[in-house]
């Protein structure tokens, strides 16, 4: 089943685009990274330095939060003993 399909394939890339397979894989191969070069090199690059501020503003340091959690290290049994990952905190209080 999958030999014939290669071969179905080879056969409709050959009559519709009259190259060899590997051919327009080369083609394909060195075409786009000449695209991406060239349409940098002609795009508006007002609209690229305003990608790239708005990036440096979304990536602000977070606040120390170490300091913070300090006070629920588990060491106080009347405060909840919580874990801090980078994404969110959790309550370990129950696995005391």
Do not use: N
Not at 19 to 44: E, K, Q, R
Not at 48 to 56: A, N, T, V, Y
Not at 85 to 93: N, R, Y
Request: proline fraction near 7%; charged fraction near 20%; charge should be negative.
């Amino acid at each position: 089943m999958a030999l014939q399909l290669s071969e179905t394939l080879k056969e409709t890339i050959t009559v519709y685009t009259g190259l060899s397979p590997p051919t327009l894989f080369i083609l394909v191969a060195l075409g786009l990274p000449i695209y991406y070069v060239v349409s940098d090199m002609f795009g508006s690059s007002s609209s690229h330095h305003q990608r790239s501020w708005d990036f440096e503003e979304e990536m602000q340091p977070l606040p120390p939060f170490e300091e913070a959690l300090k006070a629920y290290d588990g060491s106080d049994t009347k405060k909840p003993l919580l874990m801090a990952t980078k994404v969110q905190i959790c309550d370990l209080s129950q696995s005391r």
